[in-house]
């Protein structure tokens, strides 16, 4: 990475992963405190059950599964058909941080541009970052075999995680497809908590030359997820809005607020996509055109 210019990107970068990790460390402490409660708490955790369970039009429970079979048809085509002129409109939204330059040799993969992300599924970041992914590489090209998930509640220690069962995706058995650029998902750990470790259950193994991206652009927080690099062009550590607009959401409430352009989850989401968005345009040479508006082209020059 060229030190020239960087200084204050990778400042700000570390200043952000630092504030998601103390946000983390804050959760748990609640938790400790919230856990000496005893009693109370199991009453309360019992009566807020059974209301979820008993809600009726309210949607599944908020520790319920995904949706399968055509419901899940049906959802991935919400998240996938927000319209441009919504995108357009929304703008930088309520992005919070936004991908900065780094310099090396181009990152590619079978002739295109290569965008490789490292995550895991209980991540909560990554969580609220899956969201903002799938509504624009859909813009370059196809995902098939989209799962849903919910990021993880506590780890095998049984400490509790910040923004607990956050609904989202998975990528581990997606396939995307595009003939601009190339997606290379790596979702390292599963959300199931590992006792004997007391974190998760290892899914996936970046590569030798994986880690070696992460080592050389993200010296300063290593393993730090989500990592997301654009063909070695640009660079997204951490989640790009605040997970915590998701919380207490099903899939099917964040992808109807997705087409609603003044709801919160609209402008993180949306906001967070258009950056992504922008960086992609910067691989393929701002096309197609239809992705790589004026509106995205105006934020683009924000990188």
């Not at 010296?219 to 063909?231: E, K, L, N, T």
């Not at 402008?267 to 960086?279: Q, R």
């Amino acid at each position: 990475m060229e030190k020239a210019g960087t200084a204050k990107q990778d400042g700000d970068r570390r200043t952000r992963i630092a504030a998601q990790r103390a946000a983390d460390q804050r959760a748990q402490r609640v938790n400790r405190l919230l856990l000496a409660g005893g009693a109370v708490v199991v009453v309360v955790a019992v009566a807020l059950t059974l209301v979820l369970l008993q809600g009726g039009n309210s949607g599944s429970p908020a520790s319920g599964p995904g949706p399968t079979g055509a419901s899940l048809t049906r959802l991935v085509g919400q998240v996938t058909s927000v319209p441009a002129t919504t995108l357009d409109q929304v703008g930088s939204g309520a992005a919070s941080t936004i991908p900065s330059k780094i310099s090396g040799p181009p990152l590619t993969s079978g002739g295109k541009p290569e965008m490789l992300y490292i995550g895991a599924e209980y991540c909560p970041y990554c969580a609220a970052e899956r969201w903002a992914m799938i509504v624009a590489l859909n813009r370059f090209g196809a995902f098939s075999g989209l799962a849903t998930i919910r990021s993880a509640a506590r780890n095998g220690a049984g400490e509790a995680e910040v923004y607990p069962s956050t609904a989202t995706w998975t990528f581990a058995k997606a396939r995307y497809t595009s003939k601009y650029l190339t997606f290379t998902p790596v979702e390292e750990f599963t959300n199931v908590p590992d006792k004997a470790t007391g974190g998760y259950t290892t899914l996936v193994t970046p590569t030798a030359a994986q880690q070696a991206l992460i080592q050389r652009y993200d010296a300063a927080d290593q393993g730090a997820i989500p990592f997301i690099d654009y063909g070695n062009k640009y660079l997204s550590v951490g989640a790009t809005y605040d997970p915590g607009v998701l919380q207490g959401l099903t899939w099917s409430q964040v992808a109807a607020d997705l087409h609603t352009r003044s709801s919160s989850v609209a402008k993180s989401v949306l906001g967070a996509a258009n950056y992504i968005t922008a960086a992609v345009c910067g691989l393929t040479k701002d096309q197609p055109a239809a992705a790589c508006t004026p509106a995205v082209k105006a934020l683009q020059a924000r990188i």
